[in-house]
């Protein structure tokens, strides 16, 4: 079976597909079982070092070529088995998790994943090594070392409760690695160097066309799935092709035409094309930090925190979802969704009413000017949005709230670029005043990864320039969620953050987002993992 190559021709990338061989979507009368499945990408990848996979194209391949000690079942949220032989034993306090190991687990370049590897990589990811440009992974939290305690035993220490930390090594962030991959620096797990990366998961990266493609082929060797998964031994297709299409017609066009199987990120205007014979949509939930806007309230304009709840007060969030999105994106109600753990019911907080908006702003000093936009002291209240480019038609979304706020005298002014310009731009508080974000992620920590000052630091809570804390409450608030060892007292913590979070108008809650996917009735056992990343292991092309 030859792999299907794609070429895209033109400025508004028309795709031509050449179908050789048993390739999916090749024709008439083809068996189930074998042939290539092409998977349509918005954005390309940027790095497969694990602890960066949070970005989706990053981990959408790293979530097919690692496997990791648990699995985060996606249908119940319940934690399982996998490369570690049972779930660990945890002490009191959650200092301390000791895991033992299956046996005969290889990465495909047939080292072996024993005790003495598992700690290097979570040495690595729970460490990071800033000579290498590595960065500590923001699942792990309170990470000291880990120790071998036998070939098949590992015992890893913390510094303080380290609760989540279960689940973290069921994230792609904690992605198993063979020893010569991990003593790569930060620049060798980019593009260039993908085929180099090597896992022990299902598939194997065999080629790459930097920017544009990554075909994976099944290793015909794997036998080391979760028990619970469908079925076991090596995946039933033959490999992957990886494409990218940032242009969503292109995407649509090509699934709903029958040149590709599957499409990532399928706008909501066009879900209704996906109704039709043939074809199906999945809508997988992320399970975390709602699509939310992060007001940055260490920027003079937003220190007031009246203006910052006249902006929530003059958003009208279910305008905003009913105009441009389905019922796959209910309104928030909180900053997490509600299947996310430790999720918090502060609806209250986000009531739509532009009248006490302008009240609000009038109290904080801030009067219209002549062509409309609020004055205080010569300056203009004018703040920059990001275009959020992974999250759903994000610049409609913004250009829709420039509209709004236009209304209550707030101007907004929308950053654009690409991913790069964007990755730059959103650590800075003079550029980017409001960010437009989300984080998925099934379990508590979420919270603090999103926010925390040492983690993603959406909020810029703390200032990359002078390291200032604005906020020291909050860091403590989102550190507890990470650092206290039972189930009850992390959900009094998360609903503790989630409330002071509420209070001080720092974040305003949009939709629940989903990662929607378009594929051919013939693709069949696709599933996600447990926040909306895809898995190709169950898959079969049927026809």
Known sequence: MKKRRVAWIGAIAAVAIAMTGCSAGAGEG????GGTLTYLEPQTWITLYPPQGGFYPNGGVINQITDRLLWQNPETLELEPWIAAELPEVN????????????????????????????????????????????????????????VVDEHTVRFVFSAPSPGFAQAVSTINSGLLSNATLDRTSEEFGPGNATEIIGSGPFVIEDEKIGSELS???????????????????????GVDFIVASEASVRVGTVVSGQADVARTIPAPDEKQFDADGLGLVAAATNGVDNSLNFRFGHPLLQDIRVRQALIA?????????????????????????????????????????????????????????????????????LTFNEALPQPRSKEVVTLIQEQLAEIGVGVKIFPGDQVAQDEAQRSLDTIQVFHSMVGRADFDVLKSQ????????????NPDTGQISDPELDRLLAAIASVPTTEEREAASAAAQQYIADQAYVLPLFEEPQVFGLRDAVQGFTTESIGRPSFYDVTLEG
């Open 92 to 147: 009191a306090d959650a200092t301390e998790y000791v895991f033992k190991l299956r046996e005969g687990v290889t990465y495909s370049d047939g080292t072996p994943l024993d005790a003495e590897n598992v700690v290097k990589n979570i040495d690595l990811f729970g460490k990071g090594d800033p000579d290498r440009g590595l960065p500590v992974s923001e699942a792990i939290n309170n990470y000291d070392h880990g120790e």
């Open 451 to 462: 926010l925390y000052s040492g983690n993603r630091n959406a909020l810029v809570n703390k």
């Open 314 to 382: 003059g958003i009208d969030r279910e305008a905003i979802v009913d105009t441009l999105f389905t019922e796959n994106y209910p309104l928030a109600t909180g900053i997490l969704a509600k299947s996310a753990r430790g999720y918090t019911d502060t609806s209250s907080f986000y009531v739509y009413d532009q009248d006490r908006a302008k009240q609000l702003l009038d109290e904080a000093g801030w009067k219209p000017g002549a062509d409309g936009i609020r004055e205080k002291d010569g300056q203009k209240l004018e």
């Open 216 to 238: 994976l082929k099944t290793r015909e060797d794997y036998d080391w799935a979760p028990e619970s998964r469908e079925h076991q031994g090596a995946a039933r297709i033959d």
């Open 30 to 33: 083809e068996s189930s079982g």
